[in-house]
């Protein structure tokens, strides 16, 4: 029996196997499928991606002071020693109300001597008017008597002169009294002054002195400020002229009362725009009940925003 003779595969047909054993083993597939992280395929033009929806503002907030209308600082006159001083810091006064004094005794003394000066000079006047109705009385004789012949005309004259002359007498004095007066009542207004009082009811918030200080005219004695009505001043865009009236009402917050809120009328508006900073400016004022706010305090205004 003559068994076949095996054939001996040339290169390139052991390279040709090869090929076709690499590829019939690439058609299999995995037992156990490996995960891979894969981009998800990109969402198509015509349907674009939504975002999530963003509360948008309706509102400019503005923050600014809270002020009042009246609050100064309260100074001295004239200059002096503080002698008392009837309130102190966070009293509540009204107007009027005495807050401290400085020494006016000298001052006291003069204007006894004024007055007394006074009262001298009305005694004076008193006693030439007197005189002037005696002056008068002889006048009048002195004419019967001329018109009787028992006098002559010289006479006369001289008793028509007499009362004259009293009568710019009575004026002189009148005029002297009068200056009396003036002087007796300006050492009066400056006896006032030694007086410190409140100029509006309110809240003393500072009190800069003490007693046996030596003061000067203009030296600042007391800090006092209303505690009401409240108020806010701002500024916006010269886009709401017009836009803005008075009597609206906006909503009021503070960082300092979360708690509450407030409301605010407008009570007055630049009837202008400021070229410089292209701004109006509002003032509003709070209304109803203040609660827990208090003037210089921060708040905050919220005015509806424009497109």
Same mark, same amino acid.
């Given at each position: 029996?003559?068994?076949?003779?095996?054939?001996?595969?040339?290169?390139?047909?052991?390279?040709?196997?090869?090929?076709?054993?690499?590829?019939?083993?690439?058609?299999?597939?995995?037992?156990?499928?490996?995960?891979?992280?894969?981009?998800?395929?990109?969402?198509?033009?015509?349907?674009?991606?939504?975002?999530?929806?963003?509360?948008?503002?309706?509102?400019?907030?503005? =923050?600014?002071?809270?002020?009042?209308?009246?609050?100064?600082?309260?100074?001295?006159?004239?200059?002096?020693?503080?002698?008392?001083?009837?309130?102190?810091?966070?009293?509540?006064?009204?107007?009027?109300?005495?807050?401290?004094?400085?020494?006016?005794?000298?001052?006291?003394?003069?204007?006894?001597?004024?007055?007394?000066?006074?009262?001298?000079?009305?005694?004076?006047?008193?006693?030439?008017?007197?005189?002037?109705?005696?002056?008068?009385?002889?006048?009048?004789?002195?004419?019967?008597?001329?018109?009787?012949?028992?006098?002559?005309?010289?006479?006369?004259?001289?008793?028509?002169?007499?009362?004259?002359?009293?009568?710019?007498?009575?004026?002189?004095?009148?005029?002297?009294?009068?200056?009396?007066?003036?002087?007796?009542?300006?050492?009066?207004?400056?006896?006032?002054?030694?007086?410190?009082?409140?100029?509006?009811?309110?809240?003393?918030?500072?009190?800069?002195?003490?007693?046996?200080?030596?003061?000067?005219?203009?030296?600042?004695?007391?800090?006092?400020?209303?505690?009401?009505?409240?108020?806010?001043?701002?500024?916006?865009?010269?886009?709401?002229?017009?836009?803005?009236?008075?009597?609206?009402?906006?909503?009021?917050?503070?960082?300092?009362?979360?708690?509450?809120?407030?409301?605010?009328?407008?009570?007055?508006?630049?009837?202008?725009?400021?070229?410089?900073?292209?701004?109006?400016?509002?003032?509003?004022?709070?209304?109803?009940?203040?609660?827990?706010?208090?003037?210089?305090?921060?708040? =905050?205004?919220?005015?509806?925003?424009?497109?």
């Amino acid at each position: 029996m003559i068994l076949p003779r095996k054939r001996i595969l040339l290169p390139f047909e052991l390279v040709a196997v090869a090929v076709l054993f690499l590829v019939g083993c690439g058609d299999g597939k995995p037992e156990t499928p490996v995960a891979a992280n894969v981009a998800p395929p990109a969402t198509p033009a015509s349907h674009p991606a939504t975002a999530a929806p963003v509360k948008t503002d309706d509102f400019l907030t503005i =923050s600014a002071p809270l002020i009042v209308e009246h609050q100064v600082d309260v100074t001295a006159q004239r200059d002096g020693t503080i002698v008392a001083i009837a309130a102190d810091a966070g009293a509540r006064v009204s107007a009027g109300t005495e807050l401290a004094k400085v020494d006016n005794r000298q001052l006291s003394s003069d204007l006894e001597a004024a007055r007394a000066k006074s009262r001298g000079i009305a005694a004076d006047l008193k006693n030439w008017e007197a005189e002037a109705k005696v002056l008068d009385a002889d006048y009048v004789r002195a004419q019967r008597l001329f018109n009787e012949k028992l006098i002559a005309e010289e006479q006369l004259q001289h008793a028509q002169y007499k009362a004259e002359s009293d009568k710019w007498d009575i004026i002189r004095v009148k005029e002297s009294l009068n200056t009396a007066k003036q002087e007796e009542q300006s050492l009066e207004i400056e006896m006032e002054k030694t007086v410190i009082k409140a100029p509006f009811s309110g809240l003393v918030a500072r009190r800069y002195i003490r007693v046996g200080q030596t003061v000067a005219k203009g030296d600042r004695l007391f800090w006092v400020t209303a505690e009401a009505p409240l108020r806010i001043r701002f500024t916006l865009p010269e886009k709401y002229f017009g836009h803005i009236k008075k009597g609206q009402e906006f909503s009021v917050v503070s960082p300092d009362v979360l708690l509450e809120s407030h409301s605010a009328r407008v009570i007055e508006l630049s009837p202008v725009v400021d070229p410089a900073s292209g701004t109006m400016e509002v003032l509003v004022e709070v209304t109803g009940s203040h609660g827990g706010l208090r003037p210089g305090m921060t708040a =905050s205004v919220r005015v509806p925003s424009m497109p």
